[in-house]
């Protein structure tokens, strides 16, 4: 890399140079109107929306609070969530390292299978989903919704931890297996840890995948005191339209969540894709 750069001219590293500030700047520029626009007055954003703002307020996160039931739907989000991505990573956890590690009777088949599920649109789902948890009465339910969401990700869990064992030190392995240690205490000392980064990865994806899933969180929990943070921020979408101001503080809320996670494993996850990548 430093080879070619040394080869490049002046002139041909500068139009490089704007293309990339171009990049940047169409990356920053929206994150930083929802930011102006969030802490703007709605009488201040109509005379100048693109303009410096002449004061901040807190008005518009104080009015989603009090008006509109954006604490309780941010409790229910952070509660389906963790409950299903917990229940999601243990149950994966143990399938992909029994696929890897394990003479598991047909474990090709078994993988491809998960493949071609994934390869099934989400939509397509949500019709037989929903008749399923009719039945059993799970509809309206946040119980109903963690058990969709631990199903519709499981195929891609189980196949992403089944790769991420299989590239473990089968030594290592051996050397627990012969000191005494059985399937529990080889899987919770030796594997678990050796695996985090792909795990704190997979983590990360599978919470945003559920933090940002909004069709089967609309259909699924028809009550207002149930609903989930991300479509009751697409209903006051819908019913204020021209209060940007209000739209921009409910994503402001929204993404605060996936930033503290994404900054308190980053570490992990730059090393597990890292690792994934030179696989």
């Known amino acids: 890399m430093s080879e070619t750069s040394s080869t490049l001219s002046k002139r041909s590293r500068t139009p490089i140079f704007l293309a990339l500030c171009l990049v940047a700047v169409s990356i920053a520029f929206p994150v930083v109107f929802i930011g102006s626009s969030a802490f703007r007055s709605k009488a201040d954003y109509l005379l100048n929306p693109f303009g410096l703002p002449e004061s901040l307020t807190l008005e518009n996160f104080v009015a989603l609070w009090n008006n509109y039931g954006i604490g309780r739907a941010l409790g229910n989000s952070l509660t389906v969530i963790a409950v299903a991505l917990t229940l999601q990573l243990l149950i994966a956890g143990l399938a ?36 399923l948890l009719s039945n059993l009465g799970l ?11 631990i199903a519709t ?3 891609f869990a189980v196949f992403f931890l089944s790769v991420t064992f299989r590239t473990l030190d089968a030594n290592v392995l051996e050397a627990a297996r012969i000191d005494g240690a059985g399937f529990w205490r080889t899987f919770l000392s030796v594997a678990v840890p050796m695996g985090i980064p792909g795990i704190a990865t997979l983590a990360v994806l599978q919470f945003l995948a559920m933090w940002n899933e909004l069709l089967f969180a609309y259909i699924l929990l028809p009550n207002d005191q149930l609903r989930l943070l991300t ?5 006051i979408g819908g019913r204020f339209t021209s209060d940007q101001t209000l739209v921009s503080a409910g994503l402001i809320i929204s993404s605060l969540p996936p930033l503290i ?10 090393s597990g894709l890292g690792a994934s990548l030179g696989r």
């Open 96 to 131: 992909g390292f029994a696929m890897a590690k394990l003479p598991v009777p047909g474990v090709k088949y078994i993988r491809a299978g998960f493949v071609l599920v994934m390869l099934v649109p989400g939509q397509v789902l949500i019709i037989p989903t929903y008749l």
């Open 139 to 149: 509809v309206g339910s946040l119980q109903g919704l963690m058990l969709v969401y």
């Open 153 to 155: 990700g499981m195929p």
């Open 231 to 235: 479509p009751a921020l697409a209903q």
């Open 261 to 270: 996670l994404l900054a308190l494993a980053s570490r992990y996850v730059m």
